[in-house]
Structure formats: C-alpha cells, structure tokens
C-alpha cells in the first residue's frame, strides 16, 4: 500500500479549516517541512580573480566614484552565491579606488574589515579619526558604528576585500541596516597613526573611564572590536614559527585566528572569526554547520567539498557551505589562505556542530 502524506491522513473539517484561516494559525506538521527555506540554501562556489579582474577593472573605468548614489560610493564587485551575498551570513566585495580618489565617510550598524589585495603606503582607509595604511594582506577593522572613509593619495589602484555581517543582519535576522553618511568627505584626522594600536596593543592604558566611544549606540553581550591594524608581516611571521614549532591542525593546517584587539581572544568580532591558515600538507576530512569563505593569499590547491573539486589559485575565492565533507589539499610545497567563518553566531547559541564523516 501506498504510503500517504500526513495532510492526508490529519484531514481536518472545514469548520476548523475555517478557523486557522481566520485567524493566522496554521497546524505544526503542515509548516515543519518549510522552516529554514526562507533563505536559499548555498552550494560550493568558487570566483577566479581573472574573471574578477576584469570585472573590477570595468568598473572602475566606467564608473567614477562621485557619480555613484549618496550612501553607495563603493566601487565594489560582490560575489553572488545567495540571494544578496556569497553566503546568508557573510558579505564580500572586492572594493577598487583609484589613484586620488577618495571613498567618502559614512558609518553604519554592521562590522566591517578590509582585508588588503593591492595595497600601498598612501592608500589608507581612515576609522575613528585614525589613517590606517593599507599594505597587501593587512587585516583592518572598522567598529559598528564608526566613521571610516577610503582615501587613495597613490598613484595606483588600490583594491581589497570588504567583509561585513550584512546579510546575517538584513536577511537571516531580517533586522534594518541603521546607515549615516558624514557630512564632510573625508572625516577629521584626529590621532596620530598608531594610536589605537596604542590603546588596544600589548600596553594598555590605566585607570582611563571609558567614553563609550567604541562600539556606538549598540549593545551586546561581547567586548566591542576596536579599530585595528593586524599587520601581514607579524601574521605571516607566526604562521612560520607555527610551522616550524607545533604540529598543524588536521583540518585546516598552521591555522591561527585573528583576535578582538580590546579582549586578547577570538573572534575577531562577534558575529565572523577570521583566520590566516598555512597548509604543507592535505587536510583531513570533515563537516560543520558554519560557512566558511576563502581568499586564497598565497599558492594553488583544490578544496573537495561534497563531490565537487575547488581548484584554486592566488587571489580566488571560494567558499563552502554547512554539512558538506570537505578537505584542502596544496598542490605545490604549501599555500596561504584567509579563513572566514559565521562559526561565532553558532557558537553564540550553543548551536556549532562539527565531525569527520563516518566513512
């Protein structure tokens, strides 16, 4: 006998039909099998930086900074791989700003970091009255609420990634985006470069009340990210003397995480843990319930992710999607890699699951 679908075998009458229409109710099994496909499930993806190269190169010519709309003068290429974004949680852009150009000040409710492609010494994005230069594979942040405008005294094109928590707070949150443009271009220089580094490096300032300058009108249970600089060359510096003291990760190799500047531990901000992983070997196999994104700084390789193979080179993309087995193996002696991860959100709710597969 044919199995029957449970609508079938729970008809209601018409009178209590009639009842849940009138009133917005709807019976549990009838919705259980919808929850969580409001938002497109993401697959394995990867951008090539040839292709994205030509993109924002197209745009750059063909598109000038003054003539963008007031609150979107970004000059930004943003991999599409859900319905707003590379995935429901986390936004990426690959952002240019040309020689003498400048990114006006604007602030607004999600957290943002660049993290440098194509950098120079008078390419600086400037946060909290601070210029923070812009050096390939620099990791800036930008604190919610916090000015911070790009500003390119160079004379070549600058690019990086903008990583933000937009679609985890517009889409899966279904919140609004609180978003203020400053009333001058470029916003007032006040510190001298290094302060905040000053503030929240390995000297702490004593007995100072706190203005509650950082994180602005927000409120949370976690430590605010400060403005900060994590500079590629310490980065780089102690993935080496990882690998060249300790045994690598199984999964995803020399692995170490970017820290919140004000508290000394991961995540970088609440919401996104970042991490520069050196890989000299394959990785084990693995899953979990976090997405994970990928910016390929140093090397080639391939990612398995499911049944699909990820070849990626210098400058890629890629990303892979909750509950998908998936490993890195380097082809050449090793590769470089930033490690992007909405892992934080789970773990916030006691929800973050991880294992090796079974079989």
Wanted: hydrophobic share 35%; net charge negative.
């Amino acid at each position: 006998m044919a199995t029957q679908d449970t609508e079938d075998l729970l008809e209601m009458s018409a009178d209590t039909r009639g009842l849940l229409d009138e009133h917005d109710l709807v019976p549990l099994w009838e919705v259980e099998n919808d929850m969580g496909d409001l938002l497109d499930d993401i697959g394995a993806n990867i951008w090539k930086w040839d292709d994205i190269q030509a993109a924002i190169d197209g745009i750059e010519e063909d598109v000038p900074i003054e003539d963008l709309p007031p609150g979107f003068q970004r000059r930004v290429a943003v991999p599409i791989n859900a319905p707003h974004a590379i995935s429901n949680t986390i936004y990426v852009g690959v952002q240019t700003v040309s020689p003498g150009e400048t990114a006006p000040a604007h602030r607004h409710a999600s957290s943002a970091l660049r993290f440098t492609i194509d950098g120079h010494e008078e390419m600086k994005t400037v946060v909290a009255g601070e210029e923070f230069p812009m050096h390939d594979h620099d990791l800036i942040t930008t604190p919610q609420w916090e000015w911070h405008d790009h500003v390119n005294d160079s004379d070549e094109t600058a690019a990086w990634l903008d990583i933000l928590d937009l679609p985890l707070f517009l889409d899966t949150l279904n919140n609004s985006h609180v978003f203020e443009n400053h009333e001058l271009e470029r916003q007032p220089v006040t510190k001298t470069q290094g302060y905040w580094d000053s503030q929240y490096g390995r000297g702490r300032p004593t007995n100072e009340d706190d203005d509650d300058s950082i994180p602005g009108p927000f409120e949370g249970d976690r430590a605010a990210t400060p403005p900060y600089r994590f500079g590629w060359d310490e980065m780089v510096e102690a993935l080496r003397q990882h690998a060249d003291n300790d045994d690598p990760d199984p999964y995803d190799g020399h692995s170490l995480a970017y820290v919140n500047p004000a508290t000394g531990e991961p995540p970088v901000t609440p919401t996104m843990s970042f991490r520069a992983q050196l890989l000299q070997e394959a990785t084990d196999r693995h899953f979990h319930n976090s997405t994970e994104v990928y910016f390929v700084i140093e090397g080639e390789g391939v990612t398995h992710v499911g049944d699909e193979a990820l070849e990626w080179g210098e400058k890629d993309i890629f990303v892979v999607p909750p509950d998908e087995i998936h490993h890195h193996e380097p082809d050449s002696e090793e590769a470089i890699l930033l490690g992007i991860t909405d892992e934080p959100v789970l773990r916030a709710l006691n929800f973050y699951a991880e294992a090796e597969p079974s079989s």
